[in-house]
């Protein structure tokens, strides 16, 4: 599975859009990428996943590169709640369309909402 | 709908202690997991589960054993516990498809002393 760079923090003001980058140079060309994201001792919850394409649903935007060696998470109206960890992860998946647990959850983005 | 439930919520063993961290899902989801995350520091892999009756090692099994006996369930055992086991233990579930993500439980904290 392609590795993934994070920044390892970033702040965002309450309301603001939040921008959250992620390099993956040496993706394939059946990988995914998701993003997650870990609120303070809670589990890590789902945000979105994309292939090629840009992706949006009612938590976040993805947008990925023409050459999918990088993508952006987009908080469109940020919250003191969105205060977290985020992580980017491309997962290669098989013909069944999992990746059989293999979620290499790396330092991620710390990201700081503030008022 | 309550997703995937692990207890207990925290726990605290001597060493050599044994102890079971059950998971359930009611999603009927084939696939499940047992990661661990210790302070400040990404998740890892301990064992997964591709349906009832098969389960396989992820990156970090030594010190650990599963069952997978329904596709409800699936425990982690710890036999005899060490030190170094003191961590976030989190059981996840995937449906199989690339379109569902994980759900992840609230996770039990142990701590070994």
């Known amino acids: 599975d392609a590795k993934t760079t994070q920044p390892p923090s970033m702040d965002c003001a309450e309301g603001r859009a939040a921008n959250l980058p992620c390099n993956h140079s040496t993706i394939s060309g059946n990988e995914y990428v998701y993003w997650y994201r870990q609120i303070h001792s809670q589990g890590p919850q789902y945000i979105i996943h994309?292939?090629?394409n840009n992706e949006t649903n009612e938590m976040a935007s993805l947008i990925i590169t023409e050459d999918r060696k990088s993508s952006t998470l987009i908080l469109p109206h940020a919250t003191l709640r969105d205060t977290a960890v985020y992580y980017c992860?491309?997962?290669?998946?098989?013909?069944?369309?999992?990746?059989?647990?293999?979620?290499?959850f790396g330092q991620g983005t710390i990201l700081t909402v503030h008022p | 709908n309550a997703g995937v439930t692990q207890t207990p919520k925290f726990r605290i063993l001597k060493i050599g202690q044994s102890m079971t961290l059950q998971c359930t899902q009611d999603?009927?989801?084939?696939?499940m997991y047992w990661y661990r995350q210790d302070p400040g520091m990404g998740l890892k892999l301990i064992y997964y589960s591709v349906g009832a009756g098969i389960t396989d090692k992820g990156e970090v099994p030594n010190g650990y054993n599963v069952s997978r006996s329904t596709t409800e369930d699936f425990p982690l055992r710890l036999e005899l516990a060490a030190p170094s086991q003191t961590s976030v233990y989190f059981c996840?579930?995937?449906?199989?498809?690339?379109?569902?993500?994980?759900?992840f439980g609230s996770g039990t904290r142990l701590t070994v002393v």
């Open positions: 992860i491309v997962i290669l998946a098989n013909a069944g369309g999992t990746s059989y647990g293999k979620l290499t």
């Open positions: 996840a579930s995937e449906r199989g498809r690339p379109n569902y993500g994980y759900t």
């Open positions: 994309g292939l090629k």
């Open positions: 999603m009927n989801h084939n696939y």
